[in-house]
């Protein structure tokens, strides 16, 4: 299937932050854009934000002034939907509201032909619930940007129960068209992003909730020592607790209240508090003028115990009669017993770029070795961090976590694997799709963590998706 044309126009309906974006993207692309919004002026306001932004770009020298000229030239803001006749496709980015949604497209039906594409770019609304008063719901697609468009790479094609496939793979070929990331999904509650996701912000609040580990520490734990570009906590700050709060509800009630995304009270604390985030000042961190940097737990000690000898943490060795192995999930303890022998478990660290590694001891674990793998860790360039012995420590666990939502959306039909992996990658910014990195560590070892802490904990929320388990048993 093909791409639309770029001699075809495109409308955007809703000037704001993601309209203006997407009007950009796809005046960037070569196509005519008509810009409307319901509000008086807003569609003006919306191309002079468009123009602020690209003036910045052409200041980097990322852009010509010909180039921008060009660009803003080939989006026109129109009064009236009646402007939209002679689009190919028309998208909204007004505000989440299901009703407002589907007056707009019962609207727009009685004034474009019917070969134009309707879509709407919701990232949290059913696609087939807003179809369904129109003539044509086959004609209606999801197309999900993420925010800022003109920058972000995903999109998310997101077809309803009526979508035609062909609708869906003339948007899918225009958004690549568009330089974009797309990837098809299916309308479920939270589509492939706002669902796999759930768990990097889930399991940090629940870890913190468990007193494993502070914001500072677990945030330094996860970007670190796995390579994410912002901790769960930092990122939440910046999205806003109320928002996340409320993306979390959404998904937990639309999912009858499933355990695996059961909300955080002490996020619902923090909203109940004001202590937004960023936008209040203040969050899980303080943002005010002279605030101290958050400070993760990192272990010190005598400098002069000797290395280990070709230390490797991801490799099992004993060292003075302790056992060092990486984590399956049990506590360094419950290996204690089974093996016979004191034990250290090491947390997951990503070999190319780790440099804060959590590791945990059985108590019998002398502090002449504790010191022997902090200064073998120095030696490698990575930070220690002592952690309680805890059923899959901090990392492990939410790799686990992420892994195993990803499986489960791939087993209820909403993407492919591919198609996970690529929107988490893209849409935002994790250092491996999820599934990968499950195979990549192991699928018996992401089954066993699972496994063993959904036995200690009895919390549904770690039941392993039957997915995973016929993939790590295959």
């Known amino acids: 299937m093909t791409s639309i044309a770029t001699d075809r126009a495109i409308g955007v309906v809703g000037a704001g932050t993601m309209g203006g974006g997407i009007a950009q993207v796809a005046a960037a692309a070569g196509h005519p854009v008509r810009l409307f919004d319901a509000v008086a002026g807003a569609a003006d306001a919306g191309k002079a934000r468009i123009a602020e932004g690209l003036a910045k770009v052409v200041a980097r020298g990322k852009m010509t002034a010909a180039a921008r000229d060009a660009l803003l030239g080939r ?68 197309l999900h940007f993420f925010n800022p468009a003109p920058i972000m790479k995903l999109v998310e094609v997101i077809s309803g129960v009526a979508t035609a496939p062909t609708v869906a793979a003339t948007a899918y070929a225009t958004a690549e068209a568009w330089g974009k990331i797309a990837v098809h999904a299916k309308s479920t509650p939270g589509f492939i992003v706002n669902r796999v996701a759930r768990p990097y912000y889930a399991e940090a609040l629940r870890l913190y909730e468990e007193q494993v580990a502070d914001p500072a520490t677990l945030d330094a734990l996860l970007t670190e020592g796995a390579g994410f570009r912002m901790g769960p ?11 996340n709060y409320a993306v979390c509800r959404s998904v937990f009630d639309a999912f009858y209240q499933d355990p695996r995304f059961r909300p955080s009270i002490t996020q619902l604390e923090l909203v109940n508090a004001g202590r937004l985030g960023r936008k209040t000042g203040q969050g899980v961190y303080s943002y005010a003028a002279g605030a101290a940097p958050p400070r993760p737990a990192t272990l010190t000690g005598p400098s002069d115990a000797p290395p280990i000898p070709g230390f490797d943490p991801a490799r099992e060795m004993e060292v003075d009669g302790v056992l060092v192995t990486s984590t399956d999930g049990r506590t360094a303890a419950r290996l204690a017993r089974a093996r016979g022998t004191p034990v250290v478990v090491c947390d997951l660290i990503t070999p190319e770029t780790g440099r804060r590694l959590g590791f945990a001891t059985s108590p019998d674990v002398p502090d002449a070795v504790v010191h022997r793998l902090r200064t073998s ?25 992420l892994a195993n939502e990803g499986f489960e959306a791939v087993m209820q039909g909403v993407a492919d694997e591919a198609g996970v992996d690529a929107a988490m990658r893209s849409g935002v910014n994790y250092p491996k799709g999820p599934i990968g ?19 200690v904990t009895g919390d549904p929320r770690y039941r392993a998706s039957m997915a995973l388990r016929f993939a790590a048993e295959a």
Do not use: C, Y
């Open 233 to 243: 906590f930092a990122l939440m700050d910046l999205i806003g607790h109320d928002v």
């Open 75 to 142: 989006i026109e803001t129109v009064a009236a939907l009646d402007a939209m006749a002679d689009a190919a496709l028309v998208l909204e980015a007004i505000v989440e509201d299901l009703d407002a949604k589907r007056q707009l497209f019962t609207a727009l039906e009685e004034i474009v032909g019917p070969d134009v594409l309707l879509a709407t770019n919701t990232s949290s609304l059913s696609v087939t619930a807003i179809a369904r008063p129109l003539a044509r719901p086959e004609r209606l697609i999801g």
């Open 437 to 455: 990195w499950g195979r990549e560590i192991g699928l018996g070892r992401v089954l066993a963590t699972l496994d063993h802490i959904h036995a």
């Open 377 to 401: 860790l120095d030696a490698l360039g990575i930070v220690a961090t002592r952690l309680p012995d805890w059923p899959g420590l901090v990392v492990m666990r939410t790799i686990a976590m």
